[in-house]
């Protein structure tokens, strides 16, 4: 009954430095999000897709790259990460679109870029 | 100005206490509307949806005024256990937008 995962939940980077959070989910939804969440801020779309092969930008894409090879993942990478990349981030999924559907979250991932 | 927007709180109440939550949003394209709660350190879950009629789940009431855009949650009879951070989600037919959350402390 794993619903949204997501790894890894920790990471601290440094400036510069590259990485990539994976996102799996076992409901067979045909739509994920990411999202970023900063205090006082709410959460932010950054990219999201509607089905595999697919991906969209959302609020706040600069910075970052997705990926939907397999209908079941959703990658979110950061080529060079920044400061201001410090955030939580979350994975999300849902069988409707948009606003139709209950959204699934994962539980989150906090990265620190120092 | 924010598409959703929500007073932070904090709202520290007691036991047994009613508590309201009001959102706005600015987006009068926005189609559908709901409430989520975010316990500390962990995901969303959704609470309820928001009807045009209004709804309620138990001692949850959620109203929605499309004329003023603007949504509400009414808690009746606080649990320590409803303590969580509230957030209020509209669907402006693109994607969802959030509110920052409101933070509710229910105290014995």
């Known amino acids: 009954n794993a619903g949204v995962t997501q790894t890894p939940k920790f990471r601290v980077l440094k400036t510069g430095q590259s990485m990539t959070l994976l996102c799996a989910q076992d409901m067979n939804h045909e739509y994920m999000y990411w999202y970023r969440q900063d205090p006082g801020m709410g959460l932010r779309l950054i990219h999201y897709?509607?089905?595999?092969?697919?991906?969209a930008k959302g609020e706040v894409p600069d910075g970052y790259n997705v990926s939907r090879l397999k209908k079941q993942n959703f990658l979110l990478g950061l080529e060079s990460a920044a400061p201001s990349q410090t955030s939580v981030y979350f994975c999300?999924?849902?069988?409707?679109?948009?606003?139709?559907?209950?959204?699934?979250f994962g539980e989150g991932s906090r990265l620190t870029v120092l | 100005r924010k598409e959703v927007e929500q007073d932070p709180g904090p709202f520290n109440v007691p036991e047994g206490a009613t508590v309201a939550f009001n959102c706005t949003y600015s987006n009068s394209a926005s189609q559908s509307f709901f409430w989520y709660r975010q316990d500390c350190r962990k995901e969303p879950k959704l609470l309820m949806s928001?009807?045009?009629s209004g709804n309620e789940d138990g001692r949850f009431t959620a109203q929605l005024n499309r004329a003023s855009q603007y949504i509400s949650l009414l808690i009746r009879d606080s649990k320590l256990s409803d303590s969580a951070t509230y957030l209020c989600?509209?669907?402006?037919?693109?994607?969802?937008?959030f509110g920052a959350g409101t933070r509710l402390t229910v105290k014995p």
């Open positions: 999300a999924s849902s069988y409707l679109s948009g606003g139709a559907g209950e959204l699934f």
């Open positions: 897709s509607v089905g595999e092969g697919t991906t």
């Open positions: 928001v009807y045009s």
């Open positions: 989600v509209v669907n402006n037919a693109r994607d969802m937008r």
